[in-house]
């Protein structure tokens, strides 16, 4: 089935790494849980769950109607601008050093992308990074600068790799 998108384009994203052992062993409370309740009212295939059993958008395929956003109980799920491709990918909003226990890529508040951040687009709110959209310019220095990789270019092009250790 063909939708036409209005411009400009938006679609959902999922706002957690999945990528911690935090949320395998489901101790990270803000992360995605895994239920698959996005995935089972998305009527477009635009949401999966990826090898990490966290839930990831195809923007190709999303239209942006907000069903996913509202199945969500962990409320992990938001729509954003798709001509935005810089995404905070934590949602955690405990302190710094309760967040970096609980997951190696959660965001810790630690400001660094704010202060990167040339337009002022993104705030650290409750202890999380939050990007303001149209304001950001999607440079990619707070994914760039981000001690921790919560921040992610969804290009793939201007996020550093973390190494593990």
């Not at 089972?40 to 999966?48: E, I, K, N, P, W």
């Not at 001509?83 to 890529?105: H, L, P, Q, T």
């Amino acid at each position: 089935m063909a939708v036409k998108k209005r411009f400009p384009y938006r679609a959902a994203v999922v706002a957690c790494n999945g990528s911690c052992p935090a949320r395998a062993a489901n101790e990270c409370r803000y992360g995605c849980a895994g239920c698959g309740n996005c995935v089972s009212v998305c009527r477009f295939g635009a949401v999966f769950m990826n090898e990490n059993g966290t839930a990831q958008v195809d923007e190709e395929k999303c239209i942006a109607c907000g069903m996913c956003v509202r199945a969500c109980p962990q409320e992990v799920i938001h729509l954003h601008e798709c001509a935005n491709y810089i995404v905070v990918r934590c949602s955690n909003r405990d302190e710094g050093k309760a967040a970096g226990k609980v997951c190696e890529v959660s965001c810790i508040g630690c400001g660094i992308c704010e202060k990167n951040c040339t337009a002022e687009a993104i705030k650290v709110i409750g202890h999380c990074a939050v990007i303001q959209e149209e304001a950001c310019l999607s440079c990619g220095m707070c994914a760039v600068r981000c001690p921790r990789g919560a921040i992610a270019d969804l290009r793939g092009i201007l996020t550093r790799r973390q190494e593990r250790r």
